[in-house]
Each structure stands twice: as structure tokens, then as C-alpha cells.
């Protein structure tokens, strides 16, 4: 469910802030560090973009329509938009119908999937070099992918983490199934353990 992922990627993000000492992370106030949580929490919903009826499916779908309609009526229009559009800003192009094409595919097959994750790595490169962004904010969106992957290993469904490769499906050794009771125990106890987390680096115990 969308609250036990985001728990989830919560969890993950507070752990990364905690332990930045030891990772290629670098939070040097307060904002950077919310806007790091942000998008962690935008990264943890991004693989059920594959389900129109997932809270991060029910904004994409409609906003990816709109887009499109945009840019075929201003091609329309003005047909240089579009030589523009394919000209200086290829990537966003190749990004907008990889992201089109995985909203199309079945749940849970290539964004549950090490490819993916790869994928993802790959257009945040491809980001970079077109708005800079920076390499903190690369692997918080990183980070909620990962997590979210690793939220549904959790559960009973498993994810195949070898597609196309194999479509066997990967589960951890103690599952539970989704939405159950067992899932909101865990949601509470995630957040419970991300508001220790938290006051534990901003009141270190002695």
C-alpha cells in the first residue's frame, strides 16, 4: 500500500541522513535535508507508476496525457516546438516515453525489477547533465526506489527482481500479505523507528 511504502521509504531516507557520515551524502541544513526526505518519499512510489489506480499512477497517468495532447497540439500549431523539443532536449523526450511505456506494462514486472533500478540510475545521469542536478538529491530518489522494491519483497506477492530475464518472483523468507493487519504493524513500527532515528542525531544519547 502507498502509506507502507512511504513508511518504508521514510525509514530508508531518515537511516541515510543518520548514517551520511558513511555514504556519498552530504545534508548541511535543515531544508537540504527535508527536500533529501522529499524526494525519498517521491522515489518509494515511483515503481507502482505501472498501476493506474497507485496514488503515484493516479497523478502520472493524467499528467503525462496532458503533456502529450500539449505537445501534439503545439506541433501542430508551431511545428518548430517540436524540432526544438527533439533537438535540445532529447533526454526529456526518451525519459517522457520510457515512463509512458512502463505505465503500459503489467504491475509489478519492470519497475519491481534490478533493471529498473538501473534504468532509474541511468535517466538521473542523463538529468544531470541536462539540469544539474545535484548527485545528493540523486540517490534520495535512488534510495525510495530501492526501498519500495524492497517493501514488496516483504510481502507474499514477492517481486521478480530477473525480469525480463526470469519471471520468477522473490519473496523474503517471512512475507506478509498486503494491506493485512501485519503490514499496518510494520507501517507504525517503520515511523516509530524513523522518529527515534531522528531524535536520536539531533539528541545523541549519552
Do not use: C
Amino acid at each position: 500500500m502507498a502509506q507502507g511504502h512511504q513508511a518504508m521509504g521514510l525509514a530508508w531516507g531518515v537511516a541515510a541522513v543518520t548514517f551520511q557520515s558513511w555514504l556519498p551524502l552530504s545534508l548541511n541544513s535543515l531544508p537540504e535535508t527535508l527536500l533529501f526526505l522529499a524526494v525519498v518519499l517521491i522515489g518509494a512510489l515511483l515503481p507502482d507508476i505501472d498501476s493506474k489506480h497507485s496514488k503515484m499512477g493516479r497523478y502520472a497517468y493524467p499528467i503525462f496525457a496532458g503533456v502529450v495532447a500539449l505537445i501534439i497540439i503545439g506541433s501542430v500549431w508551431r511545428p518548430e516546438i517540436l524540432s526544438v523539443l527533439t533537438e535540445q532536449s532529447t533526454s526529456f523526450l526518451l525519459i517522457g516515453m520510457g515512463l509512458i511505456l512502463l505505465m503500459l506494462t503489467s504491475h509489478r514486472t519492470w519497475t519491481h525489477s534490478l533493471v529498473f533500478v538501473v534504468m532509474v540510475g541511468v535517466v538521473l545521469t542523463m538529468l544531470q547533465t541536462s539540469i544539474n542536478i545535484s548527485e545528493t538529491l540523486q540517490y534520495g530518489f535512488l534510495i525510495g526506489v530501492v526501498s519500495h522494491i524492497f517493501g514488496d519483497f516483504l510481502t507474499k506477492q514477492g517481486v521478480p527482481l530477473l525480469y525480463p530475464i526470469s519471471q520468477k518472483r522473490f519473496k523474503f523468507v517471512v512475507s506478509f500479505k498486503t494491506g493485512s493487519l501485519v503490514e499496518q504493524v510494520v507501517v507504525i513500527g517503520l515511523v516509530g523507528l524513523s522518529v527515534w532515528m531522528l531524535a536520536s542525531s539531533v539528541m545523541p544519547l549519552n
